[in-house]
């Protein structure tokens, strides 16, 4: 059966968008297959890296002094398959910031406290898999946008990154052992 592997990489690491690349896991943690790893630093993506093209064309560069990051690949031809795995990875980050009484709103795959931005997120196909970035902002000094972080939420970092590695991870086990269980009709 088909499981995710997970890893929270301990060094801090400046995330610019070129870890949103095929194999980005596999060669920076020994990770191969499908694998969702979160690291922590500052975000610096200029739009020569965005793959939002709505965000190229408005110019909108991201910027955060600290970010949780999460890295998700998956070899799957489907990038509609993709998407679903973004949005129900925004979905288990919802559901750990709510367990910590955090007074979150989804819109898509954005999550605001209040009007204040607290996540990116975006999922992109490569030549054979396709590739997700979620980012939770930290600290929010100088951003471009109004936006919240954890710090001031009062979230412990680590803890919720392992609680979101380790609830993807269970709940993609249990997709996959939907897909082998069942007797084809």
């Not at 929270?8 to 790893?37: C, K, M, S």
């Not at 795959?109 to 902002?137: E, F, P, Q």
């Not at 951003?143 to 919720?160: K, N, R, S």
Request: charged share 20%.
């Amino acid at each position: 059966m088909n499981s995710l592997q997970t890893k929270f990489l301990e060094a801090p690491l400046a995330y610019d968008g070129t870890q949103l690349a095929p194999h980005w896991i596999y060669r920076n943690t020994d990770l191969l297959g499908d694998a969702l790893v979160a690291f922590i630093g500052e975000a610096v993506v200029g739009v020569e890296h965005m793959v939002d093209l709505e965000d190229v064309k408005k110019n909108a560069p991201i910027y955060s002094p600290s970010m949780l990051h999460f890295i998700g690949e998956w070899f799957t031809e489907s990038f509609e398959l993709g998407i679903a795995y973004q949005h129900l990875f925004i979905h288990t980050v919802c559901e750990q910031l709510r367990a910590r009484a955090v007074p979150i709103r989804r819109e898509g795959d954005d999550i605001y406290v209040d009007n204040l931005k607290l996540s990116v997120s975006i999922a992109t196909r490569s030549v054979g898999s396709v590739l997700m970035h979620t980012g939770l902002n930290i600290r929010t000094e100088n951003t471009p946008v109004p936006t919240v972080g954890l710090e001031t939420l009062g979230v412990p970092v680590a803890a919720l990154a392992d609680a979101c590695l380790n609830q993807f991870s269970r709940d993609y086990t249990t997709w996959q052992r939907a897909r082998f269980k069942v007797l084809p009709r």
